[in-house]
């Protein structure tokens, strides 16, 4: 099944509801950069988060999520469009602790000591940006934190990936639920009761279950309509131009000693780990380029 992503609102407007599955999604985050079983959770928790942040956006308007703890899992980097797609990486993808009662230790991987930041291009003069730190480590209730904290939405935000004894990922999702003005108190109170008596996000994707019946099972009795479904998968913004402006950054010094090597050189991106490879005589085609004297706008003219 293509991962996929869907978004309601309530009737009388006071909550918006999204719910997603990612299994796709997190398997190939997990393949591309060969996660061990728990920093394969921590990433599919956080590239889920996105997914989720990423529909809340409007067009061409992008969001990062950078988890950043004490724990030998180091950090989680995300970067969502609003277009659906969204990558990420973990500073350290060989973690796997042992179980902490029966789960997956996220929490221990990325730390109980750290902050999240949440960066938003939304196509102003500058990003806006906002930081709030670790509650739990588990991801979902730090993003709730900061969307409730600094954005001023009370939320809630369930994550699950189930990670199959062979280390791949039998399943992921997630659901966010926001408050919005006027409070609906007594629809906010029902919420929350049926937020405690969810079934473990994991299986409930696992055992097949939808984005849609997930938010049946959240908004039974409540009536919303269905305003999108989207289709979100794991796709990276990175391209050759982009690592063109990363050698660029290097200085014409650098440049220079680059394209007297035979074999060139690769740039590796981060979050997806695509190669883009540059012979030499591009490398000595940028190095012009970094050298070439800027032209002002009245030689242009003149």
């Not at 529909?55 to 277009?83: C, H, M, W, Y």
């Not at 196509?123 to 806006?128: E, F, G, N, S, T």
């Not at 650098?254 to 591009?282: H, M, N, Y």
Request: hydrophobic share 40%.
């Amino acid at each position: 099944m293509t991962d996929y992503l869907v978004r309601i609102m309530t009737k009388n407007g006071t909550v918006r509801g999204l719910a997603c599955i990612t299994t796709e999604m997190v398997a190939e985050g997990a393949r591309r950069h060969g996660t061990l079983p728990t920093a394969t959770t921590a990433l599919g928790r956080a590239l889920t988060a996105g997914a989720l942040m990423g529909a809340l956006l409007k067009t061409d308007q992008r969001v990062a999520l950078k988890f950043e703890g004490n724990g030998p899992l180091e950090k989680i980097l995300v970067e969502a469009q609003s277009n659906g797609a969204v990558a990420g990486t973990v500073g350290n993808p060989a973690v796997d602790l042992p179980l902490n009662k029966g789960k997956i230790d996220v929490a221990g991987a990325l730390g109980r000591a750290g902050f999240l930041t949440v960066s938003k291009d939304l196509r102003l003069k500058q990003p806006y940006q906002g930081t709030v730190q670790l509650v739990s480590s588990e991801i979902g209730e730090d993003l709730a934190l900061y969307l409730t904290e600094s954005e001023q939405i009370p939320s809630a935000v369930g994550l699950g990936v189930y990670v199959e004894e062979d280390g791949s990922v039998g399943a992921a999702g997630g659901f966010l639920i926001q408050s919005l003005p006027p409070q609906d108190e007594e629809v906010i109170h029902l919420l929350m009761e049926r937020i405690g008596t969810l079934p473990t996000l994991s299986e409930h994707f696992r055992g097949g279950g939808t984005p849609e019946q997930l938010l049946d099972l959240l908004f039974a009795g409540i009536p919303y309509d269905i305003i999108e479904k989207r289709v979100v998968a794991f796709k990276c913004s990175c391209s050759r131009e982009k690592g063109e402006k990363a050698l660029l950054t290097q200085g014409r010094e650098a440049l220079e000693e680059l394209a007297q090597r035979d074999d060139g050189i690769t740039v590796t991106c981060a979050f997806c780990k695509e190669i883009w490879s540059f012979t030499p005589e591009e490398i000595g085609a940028l190095f012009e380029e970094a050298a070439a004297p800027a032209v002002d706008a009245e030689d242009e003219s003149s």
